[in-house]
């Protein structure tokens, strides 16, 4: 079993549609990372949260550290918004901790 | 401002060859982190420098092995490739070396073995 599980692993949606990616995590970590990665590889940070709730826009990310459960939304989705989506773990201060990614993709 | 910079963009090597990869951080992030992506798969941690020292590795290899210069950027060697090498090899950089400190990433090495 990864340390770092997230569902789903594939998402199609039509534009406009709310979408929810979750990320369970079984390590114990001191910060967790929703990353973006595009075709290509280059991968962009999105949030980085330890605690609560973020919003950037129309993406939001929230943690249950008791639950050791995250979530990234993203609404009024546009097709722009196709990517693979990535929960991150900080292991401790040197080691991130990466689930297996959520491909997803919008359709106009 | 540039980002992380990362070289070659790509490459493709036999087995038994060795390669370097090299990685440029944001001006003044001293903290600089390899990770290797297969295709299809999340990255997965190499190695962690900040201040020129290795402060962390992940389950890799001795054919495996970086350093950082005192410009803070960092080069990755691999020794006797195997065709299992072939992957993404990804840099990111931050300000310091804790993990409260988000992590920019490189576009990365896409490195090929035939």
């Known amino acids: 079993k990864n340390e770092v599980e997230q569902s789903p692993q594939n998402l199609t949606a039509q534009e406009g549609e709310f979408i929810t990616i979750n990320c369970s995590y079984s390590v114990g970590i001191s910060a967790l990372h929703w990353l973006q990665q595009h075709p290509g590889g280059g991968i962009v940070s999105l949030f980085m949260?330890?605690?609560g709730k973020k919003k950037h826009g129309r993406l939001i990310a929230t943690i249950n550290i008791q639950e050791k459960h995250s979530s990234l939304h993203i609404t009024a989705s546009h097709p722009r918004d196709s990517a693979v989506y990535i929960c991150a773990c900080w292991e401790g201060a040197q080691k991130l901790v990466f689930g297996q990614g959520t491909r997803l993709t919008i359709n106009p | 401002d540039a980002g992380v910079t990362q070289s070659p963009t790509h490459l493709i090597k036999t087995r038994g060859q060795h390669v370097t990869l090299r990685c440029s951080p944001i001006?003044?992030?001293?903290?600089v982190s390899w990770y290797q992506q297969v295709l299809g798969q999340g990255p997965q941690f190499i190695f962690q420098?900040?201040?020129?020292?290795?402060?962390g590795r992940g389950n890799f290899p001795d054919r495996f092995s970086a350093r950082q210069f005192p410009n803070y950027s960092s080069e990755l060697n691999v020794n006797a490739l195997l065709l299992g090498d072939s992957a993404l090899y990804l840099c990111?950089?931050?300000?310091?070396?804790?993990?409260?400190?988000?992590?920019?990433f490189g576009p990365g090495t896409r490195l090929t073995v035939l």
């Open positions: 001006s003044g992030h001293k903290s």
């Open positions: 420098y900040y201040e020129k020292e290795e402060r």
């Open positions: 990111a950089s931050s300000l310091v070396r804790t993990g409260h400190n988000e992590q920019f």
């Open positions: 949260l330890s605690s």
